[in-house]
């Protein structure tokens, strides 16, 4: 699995209220809705200029704070396919996986990618290209790619349950 997009680049401690603010929490919940709302106050443009595939790539401390999952699901309703950072929030991380977002801390990598490049992310070869050069991803367990290969830990489950995907 191939993820290649333009580069979204942000600083240290954006937290969850920053990628989806807390205003937005009890009244806003339809997909569209929420990618609308995506890095809005920290980046006007974000939610009306990202495509489909683009990478979120941040600084320390991404996605601190509470563990709404608005706060990944406007990302991934907006077209983000993968975040790299230099640390994140466990919980952030967490919700990332769930939703199928692949989400690599790469501390000395995040300084060689820079805003507006083009990425590629090969999962299955466990490499990020970028104009700087070729770095090794940190490895996934084979549960967690199942999960991203998948969609999410929902359509994840109902594969492996035989469910309806609807």
């Not at 205003?23 to 609308?36: F, G, N």
Request: positive net charge; hydrophobic residues 40%.
């Amino acid at each position: 699995m191939k993820i290649s997009g333009r580069v979204w680049k942000y600083g240290d401690n954006i937290n969850t209220d920053v990628i989806f603010p807390g205003r937005y929490l009890h009244t806003v919940s339809i997909p569209d809705e929420l990618a609308k709302h995506a890095m809005e106050d920290l980046d006007p443009e974000f939610a009306k200029k990202v495509q489909p595939g683009d990478i979120v790539v941040g600084g320390k401390n991404f996605g601190t704070g509470s563990s709404r999952e608005g706060a990944v699901t406007c990302l991934k309703y907006a077209g983000v396919k993968a975040i790299v950072v230099k640390s994140v929030g466990r919980i952030y991380y967490r919700n990332a996986i769930v939703h199928g977002i692949p989400l690599f801390q790469m501390r000395e990598v995040v300084d060689h990618i820079q805003s507006g490049e083009i990425v590629t992310i090969d999962l299955e070869k466990g490499k990020l290209l970028c104009a700087s050069g070729q770095f090794d991803l940190p490895r996934l367990s084979e549960g967690v790619m199942e999960i991203i290969r998948d969609g999410g830990l929902i359509p994840h489950l109902k594969k492996r349950l035989n469910l309806p995907r609807s």
